[in-house]
């Protein structure tokens, strides 16, 4: 395992991850603007941090206060090492699970009782099925995520993702350097 990241705040903050091998880790800037974004609503969310790595989105929403947290990422190591994160810090409400994105979240879908009210997905910036991405999230029988419900996807700076996919409209882009965060509603 790499050396890793640091949880950026909450009662958490400052506590460090383990990162996976391969993983590239949202920068702690990038994290702080995110939750500094969602602000009071990660307080009671269920939250669902998809391409999670080494967790430290979804640990951090546990640390501010989410109800709970799925962590899902495709590679073994991560699963393992978010796992172990999430146990080292104590980290309660915080579960794992291993799946291929975005084709297992039809799976997933079918398996959750209640819809996440926050998603964050970090996928490699080789990634190209950002719509598809999308329209997994909020398409189906049984949507992963609540009506008025906010995604906010981690891309690199040089793409341009959709302003609207299904009920959800793009209500914002920051950037930070290489990096951005489009922010996105789910309407009705």
């Known amino acids: 395992m790499k050396p890793g990241v640091r949880v950026s705040g909450g009662e958490l903050r400052g506590r460090g991850l383990a990162v996976p091998p ?45 109800l709970d947290v799925l962590a899902i990422d495709d590679d073994p190591r991560a ?9 080292r ?14 084709a297992g979240l039809a799976r997933l879908a079918g398996r959750e009782a209640d819809p996440f009210d926050l998603v964050f997905a970090d996928p490699p910036y080789a990634f190209t099925g950002y719509a598809a991405l999308l329209a997994a999230l909020v ?28 009920p959800l409209v793009r209500k914002d882009v920051r950037r930070y350097g290489e990096s951005s965060l489009s922010f996105y509603r789910r309407l009705g």
């Open 89 to 102: 810090l104590a980290a309660g409400g915080v579960a794992v699970r291993r799946l291929r994105l975005p």
């Open 22 to 66: 391969g993983a590239r880790p949202t920068e702690g800037r990038v994290r702080e603007a995110l939750f500094s974004i969602w602000g009071e609503s990660v307080a009671g969310a269920r939250v669902l941090d998809l391409f999670a790595g080494s967790g430290a989105v979804g640990i951090e929403a546990a640390g501010r206060g989410a």
């Open 139 to 166: 398409g189906g029988p049984s949507p992963l995520l609540a009506p008025g419900g906010d995604i906010a996807v981690e891309h690199s700076s040089r793409l341009d993702l959709p302003l609207e996919v299904g």
């Open 79 to 87: 699963v393992r090492t978010i796992a172990e994160n999430a146990a």
